[in-house]
């Protein structure tokens, strides 16, 4: 199984209070874990991505941080949210180490007001 | 930097065919993917190309130039369903990132 389950599926938050969104995958131990952000309209950014267990790559400067406890857990947070922090964050997985290809979650759609 | 351009939007008739383009320059070449994005869910994959050619799996095929840079998604006897964002992504290196494309929505009309 490849599921990929993320909560909240939709948040409100205003601006300057924290964020904390979680992702938790099922199947294969140590999977390689990716966080994408998806503005109204847009392609998706790549934010974080993990190979494992501590270990986080950013891939843009910003006020979100990344973190993983455990294996199949993935952890977004930020101290003080922006209003552009608003859009469709999506935790996704890489699918077995042939063409690389990723699944994603169902997403949590986030609106800072 | 890597670049990938994908038309922002396109329009076409339930039953017909057609074609969405994609353009990358990138630092290297591993892969190509696409993508359907269904408004609100998820992206769920469509297709992959590594070598040139052509890739078909039922209605839909995806073409591959490395040389140009280039890739297409052929979308054949067209739904209503289909109406979706088809997003075209790039694995540049040997590591294990992908870099997408804007996305190309699609409007399938009666």
């Known amino acids: 199984s490849q599921t990929i389950h993320q909560w909240p599926a939709t948040l409100v938050q205003p601006v300057g209070s924290p964020l904390s969104l979680e992702c938790t995958v099922e199947g294969t131990s140590n999977p390689n874990l990716y966080w994408y952000r998806q503005a109204a309209g847009r392609g998706l950014q790549l934010l974080f991505y993990s190979v494992g267990i501590g270990q986080i790559s950013s891939e843009v400067p910003q006020n979100l941080s990344a973190s993983r406890p455990q294996d199949r857990q993935f952890i977004l947070s930020s101290k003080k949210l922006l209003l552009s922090d608003s859009g469709f964050y999506l935790c996704?997985?890489?699918?077995?180490?042939?063409?690389?290809?990723?699944?994603f979650g169902p997403g949590t759609r986030l609106t800072v007001t | 930097g890597q670049n990938i351009d994908q038309p922002t939007e396109m329009t076409a008739t339930e039953g017909a065919i057609v074609q969405i383009n994609c353009t990358y320059q990138?630092?290297?070449?591993?892969?190509l993917f696409w993508y359907q994005q269904h408004a609100g869910e998820a992206p769920t994959f469509l297709s992959y190309?590594?070598?040139?050619g052509l890739e078909e799996k039922g209605r839909f095929s995806s073409f591959l130039s490395r040389s140009k840079g280039y890739s297409y998604l052929l979308l054949k006897e067209l739904q209503m369903k289909d109406s979706a964002s088809y997003l075209c992504?790039?694995?540049?290196?040997?590591?294990?990132?992908?870099?997408f494309g804007g996305g190309t929505r699609l409007m399938v009309k009666p």
């Open positions: 190309n590594v070598l040139d």
């Open positions: 996704a997985r890489q699918v077995g180490t042939g063409n690389y290809e990723q699944y």
């Open positions: 992504a790039v694995r540049p290196d040997a590591g294990n990132m992908l870099t």
């Open positions: 990138t630092s290297g070449f591993n892969g």
